[in-house]
């Protein structure tokens, strides 16, 4: 008898799976509580798949074998609990989708930076002439790759809200780039709940697998002390040698996976495409998965210098009378914003603010004395801000568009300055999501 798959969320993700699952041989339905976007629409229909939108039909749902549920539904939502209590089977799409390949996945998780690491290690593979793919949490699902492509390789980016819902899933090279406090409304507001789920990346992992973490990261060493890793671990630091693994020393970056000093990868910090602390943390990563993966050093060191970093991730927007515009809306969270903040080298006007998710400003005080002139403040309710900044930044402004705040930025900015939105918030007050937000900058300052 054929097997019943339900769907719940009709996005990239659930729509990947959706067509996966049909050419599996599946009986699929797709079930989303909001609009279905006419482009997912449009491909349900021509491949004859049946789908609901804007409600749930219980007797539809209920009746699956197994469901495959869009990682933004919460455990908390009632039809969620219904499932659960019938005893059916929920699963993630990336879960799903690795029945159905034997190619190693390379995977990579972490609260900040796991976007930037799996675009480079993406970009490092292809340049290697490897038949790679990149997907997952970015970009295409992996369930659309998988049915619609024959890759070699898988380079994926997973969120904590996929892992959670993945069991028999092994990523035969996992990155976990770090853990800071996010996403802890789903968690129950219990941090270990949420580095319980980080370190789900490692479930099912073997003694021929690989497992490369951040050494300098102080919930990942206080974890990894209290479980066993059966996989090889490379860690990597900024400031303390790793061997094997990979540290910055001197200037320069060195990934050595064997101990052997004579096969070492280095290369200088300065030719390095991405700046900063914390993009030199996410070479690291990626240096180590090339080296494990037998890729020249010569292809490696090229990659790090030609990559062009993603959109909405400290991307530099325009100079314009001597003022830089930097893009970095990506950074939803503190830590998102401390490493950019971190990274600019010029004084600065920093554009903040959105849906607080409860942030913890203080780590950001003193590299804001440090760097900052002016906060102009982005969203509806400014006071935290204006709690945390008032006695640091020369001036706090109130504004209530990206059109606003890069008006008010240019009138203020003065040249040799830098202009960086970095809201360290979410972004659902008056955007759609981070990448609205950004591209309402970027147009905002081509207006200028």
């Not at 993406?122 to 970009?139: R, S, T, W």
């Not at 982005?378 to 568009?401: K, P, W």
């Amino acid at each position: 008898m054929t097997k019943r798959i339900v769907i719940l969320g009709s996005g990239e993700s659930g729509t990947g799976a959706a067509i996966l699952a049909l050419k599996q041989g599946y009986d699929v339905f797709v079930s989303d509580a909001g609009a279905i976007p006419e482009k997912y629409r449009v491909e349900l229909d021509q491949h004859g798949i049946s789908y609901e939108m804007q409600q749930h039909t219980f007797e539809l749902i209920l009746n699956a074998d197994e469901i495959i549920k869009s990682p933004g539904i919460p455990e908390k939502n009632e039809l969620i609990k219904t499932i659960r209590k019938q005893g059916i089977h929920i699963i993630s799409e990336i879960e799903f989708a690795a029945r159905f390949t034997k190619s190693p996945k390379i995977c990579i998780t972490g609260t900040n930076g796991k976007t930037t690491t799996t675009s480079l290690i993406y970009h490092m593979m292809k340049k290697a002439g490897l038949n790679v793919a990149v997907g997952g949490n970015i970009g295409i699902s992996f369930a659309r790759l998988v049915a619609e492509g024959n890759y070699d390789y898988y380079v994926l980016e997973i969120s904590s809200f996929q892992l959670d819902d993945m069991y028999d899933f092994r990523a035969e090279c996992a990155v976990l780039c770090n853990i800071t406090p996010d996403h802890l409304d789903r968690y129950n507001y219990e941090l270990q709940n949420y580095v319980n789920s980080k370190f789900r990346i490692l479930q099912n992992q073997t003694e021929n697998d690989t497992f490369i973490y951040c050494a300098d990261d102080e919930l990942t060493m206080n974890h990894l002390k209290t479980i066993q890793v059966k996989a090889k671990c490379f860690p990597f630091s900024h400031d303390v040698e790793q061997m094997p693994g990979a540290f910055i020393k001197d200037g320069q970056l060195i990934v050595d996976i064997n101990n052997e000093k004579i096969n070492q990868f280095t290369m200088y910090t300065s030719d390095l495409a991405l700046r900063g602390r914390h993009n030199a943390y996410n070479s690291m990563a990626a240096g180590i998965t090339g080296s494990v993966f037998h890729i020249r050093k010569d292809i490696i060191r090229e990659s790090f210098m030609d990559f062009q970093n993603v959109e909405h991730r400290l991307e530099k927007v325009a100079t314009i009378r001597n003022v830089e515009y930097i893009n970095d809306s990506k950074a939803t969270n503190v830590n998102s914003s401390w490493f950019a903040l971190e990274s600019m080298d010029k004084p600065t006007i920093w554009i903040a603010g959105g849906v607080d998710k409860g942030n913890e400003y203080a780590m950001l005080q003193e590299l804001v004395r440090e760097k900052v002139r002016i906060l102009i403040c982005m969203g509806l309710d400014n006071s935290r801000l204006h709690e945390a900044f008032g006695g640091v930044v020369d001036l706090i402004i109130n504004t209530s568009s990206a059109q606003e705040a890069v008006h008010v930025a240019s009138k203020m900015s003065k040249p040799g300055e830098a202009v960086l939105l970095s809201p360290a918030c979410a972004s659902f007050d008056l955007f759609k999501n981070y990448e609205d937000r950004g591209r309402q900058f970027k147009a905002a300052v081509k207006q200028l």
